[in-house]
């Protein structure tokens, strides 16, 4: 059973187009995040949910908005999708807030062209 | 705010050499420390952590030992295996919440 899930695994897409990204977990965990990984490997939170609640949001572009729907489930949509949006996005969960062991997802390969 | 500094890679070493891999950080207090490890083609997964100074974390034959001192954290493992071969992230929190600094992380490559 996969612990973080995400769908889809690989996303390309043309400049200007709407994409979402979906995350699952199934341990039960409260608190959920999104992670941009660039082409060199430097991870950076974008994101975090608690219980369906943000309490973390980095400096993003708002094109990028997140939606919970659930505690279980994470989503990211991003707007009007530019090169620099080209990376990969990373999902992952955690017990709750105070929790600095995060479970990642396999993360999802988005290539803007 | 917190930072980390780790050393860049590529690391390219034989199977059964020791490794080590350099991490600083600078926090407020003395907050947990962790290595994360990143496989080909997959998420980041915790590899160890610790708690407080002068703790050892260790897994899979990977220690870390928090030193206040020197504010370091550096993970060494005494013969590396080709299965090694991965990306590894010193991660302090960044304060408030649940925020991990990562930074680049160390690309560790082992041939036979």
């Known amino acids: 059973d996969t612990a973080v899930s995400q769908t889809p695994k690989y996303l390309v897409t043309q400049m200007g187009n709407d994409k979402s990204i979906k995350c699952e977990q199934n341990l039960g965990h409260d608190t959920m995040y999104w992670y941009k990984q660039d082409s060199k490997k430097f991870l950076k939170i974008m994101f975090s949910y608690n219980n369906k609640e943000l309490i973390i949001n980095e400096t993003v572009p708002n094109r990028f908005s997140p939606k919970s729907p659930d505690k279980a489930h994470l989503n990211l949509h991003i707007n009007s999708l530019e090169l620099g949006d080209s990376a990969v996005y990373f999902c992952?969960?955690?017990?709750?807030?105070?929790?600095?062991?995060?479970?990642f997802g396999p993360g999802t390969r988005l290539t803007v062209t | 705010g917190n930072s980390v500094t780790q050393m860049e890679g590529p690391v390219t070493l034989s199977e059964e050499a020791f490794l080590t891999i350099n991490c600083t950080y600078t926090?407020?207090?003395?907050?947990?420390l962790f290595w994360y490890v990143q496989y080909p083609g997959e998420g980041l997964q915790l590899l160890l952590k610790a708690t407080k100074a002068d703790d050892k974390g260790s897994n899979k034959g990977f220690e870390a030992t928090y030193r206040k001192e020197t504010t370091s954290f550096h993970l060494e493992k005494g013969s590396v295996q080709v299965s090694d071969s991965a990306v590894y992230f010193c991660a302090p929190p960044s304060g408030g919440y649940n925020k991990l600094i990562f930074g680049a992380g160390t690309r560790l490559a082992v041939h036979p």
């Open positions: 992952a969960s955690s017990r709750d807030p105070s929790s600095y062991e995060q479970y």
């Open positions: 926090a407020t207090g003395y907050p947990s």
